[in-house]
T-cell receptor, first 113, second 116 residues
Framework: NAGVTQTPKFQVLKTGQSMTLQCAQD?????MSWYRQDPGMGLRLIHY???????DQGEVPNGYNVSRSTTEDFPLRLLSAAPSQTSVYFCASRTRLSGNTIYFGEGSWLTVV | SQKIEQNSEALNIQEGKTATLTCNYT??????LQWYRQDPGRGPVFLLLIRENEKEKRKERLKVTFDTTLKQSLFHITASQPADSATYLCALDPRGNSNSGYALNFGKGTSLLVTP
């Protein structure tokens, strides 16, 4: 199993550009989520999904869209990138069968200039 | 509002000593609490989960305590090694439900440095 795979690892965007961070998991987990991590702020939840076709907002959803067309994939879209979205993004998944443990991807470093 | 507080200052200890990290929370009624380890440039990795009806949990050199009256968890690493140097995160389910399933709230983490 590859676990949770995120791409790209690093990305530089210009203000106003759009892009999609990809996330895939091969563990058949029903729950997936996106966090961002900023210095001094810790991990903050952006969006989450409890199953294919179902998504909801977390703590800091503005400027981001998500969709969950399959169990495996949970892409995060930045609609019009802003410097405030410069951050490290982590995708995560979990299943009730794993005892509430969250499995994280390796992160995507995004810089908006 | 719900808050999770961890020591913001880095903890520096000598190899072989016991490291103790603290997690305090307010406005939560957690069914369980989790600890994660994060190395620089990597995603967090799960270490231990302790449930509200458990006072203590151990895994090899790791020990976690959970006091729901004090609203506090302590995370201990005994016989610490330089390889234990990392940031340690405490996490709680904001809904206080073991089956809410969607995500956890994380503390900001405490950086641990173990020197030889």
């Amino acid at each position: 199993n590859a676990g949770v795979t995120q791409t790209p690892k690093f990305q530089v965007l210009k203000t106003g550009q759009s892009m999609t961070l990809q996330c895939a998991q091969d563990m058949n987990h029903e729950y997936m989520s996106w966090y961002r991590q900023d210095p001094g702020m810790g991990l903050r939840l952006i969006h989450y999904s409890v199953g294919a076709g179902i998504t909801d907002q977390g703590e800091v959803p503005n400027g981001y869209n998500v969709s969950r067309s399959t169990t495996e994939d949970f892409p995060l879209r930045l609609l019009s990138a802003a410097p405030s979205q410069t951050s490290v993004y982590f995708c995560a998944s979990r299943t009730r069968l794993s005892g509430n443990t969250i499995y994280f991807g390796e992160g995507s470093w995004l810089t908006v200039v | 509002s719900q808050k999770i507080e961890q020591n913001s200052e880095a903890l520096n200890i000598q190899e072989g000593k016991t490291a103790t990290l603290t997690c305090n929370y307010t406005n939560y009624s957690p069914a369980y609490l989790q600890w994660y380890r994060q190395d620089p440039g990597r995603g967090p990795v799960f270490l231990l989960l302790i449930r509200e009806n458990e006072k203590e949990k151990r895994k090899e050199r790791l020990k976690v305590t959970f006091d729901t009256t004090l609203k506090q968890s302590l995370f201990h690493i005994t016989a610490s090694q330089p390889a234990d140097s990392a940031t340690y995160l405490c996490a709680l389910d904001p809904r206080g439900n073991s089956n809410s399933g969607y995500a956890l709230n994380f503390g900001k983490g405490t950086s641990l440095l173990v020197t030889p």
